[in-house]
DNA sequence: CACATCCATCGATGATTGTGGATGGATATG
DNA sequence: CATATCCATCCACAATCATCGATGGATGTG
């Protein structure tokens, strides 16, 4: 299939512009998709989406097939970016989706997921 | 702030069960997720979304600061995750958004980009 | 036919990452 | 108090990754 669109006349070694795309949303938006480019994590944020309620770090270790220092990091990194929220509760560190999440994140989540 | 919903009495040992999350859908969509969790590609992405038209290798590589071997090595990882088409013209290769994108990865760059 | 430009690939390197064992603190429970 | 459970942190290791120099093929120009 023919691509349209390409210049007609090109000179070598004369660049084009490229559109401008800010440097600050690409590394803020880059941060994001690294917390959310492991299946890991991925699987317990959609999780927190469907379970709508906050969920147990001991239910992630049985659940996943990982060690609880392994699940920890994972939470440790969503956590990092902004994406979740704990509280202790006893012995338990419950996690859930954090509330105030923008919009924008709402948004993308849900397209993800849902 | 409190977090609501959680359980009042839980025996220790006893874990819950999570939500089923499809390991199918978390290891496709970590590999997409994968592919945007760097600023270089997210540039790339979002340049080619703005442009909607073909934009040449060498423009990346005058326009971003890399070099010529490492932008390749982005345009083929966007290839890879089926992001991004090429089409040789000349001397140059141009690239460009899929066009067969699948309406939910549509949306999603939309979401993030738009 | 030389020569220059554009680009993909290879090889190397330093940085980041996912994973788990070991440890210690915090919190019940008997 | 002694013990057991839950969890975060530290440490180590293997794997992946981003980057670039070097190279060679492909293409166009003089």
């Known amino acids: 299939m023919a691509i349209k669109e390409l210049p007609v006349l090109r000179t070598r070694g004369a660049c084009c512009e490229l559109p401008r795309v800010s440097e600050r949303w690409a590394d803020q938006t880059s941060e994001l998709m690294k917390a959310l480019a492991d299946p890991t994590?991925?699987?317990?944020?959609?999780?927190?989406?469907?379970?709508?309620?906050?969920?147990?770090?001991?239910?992630f270790t049985a659940g996943l097939g990982l060690s609880q220092p392994t699940i920890s990091h994972h939470m440790a990194k969503l956590k990092e970016a902004g994406l979740v929220d704990s509280e202790k509760r006893g012995v338990w560190v419950y996690y859930r989706l954090r509330e105030k999440l923008t919009p924008a994140t709402r948004r993308l989540l849900a397209q993800l997921i849902g």
């Open 41 to 59: 994590r991925l699987t317990m944020v959609a999780s927190l989406w469907k379970a709508d309620a906050p969920i147990c770090i001991c239910d």
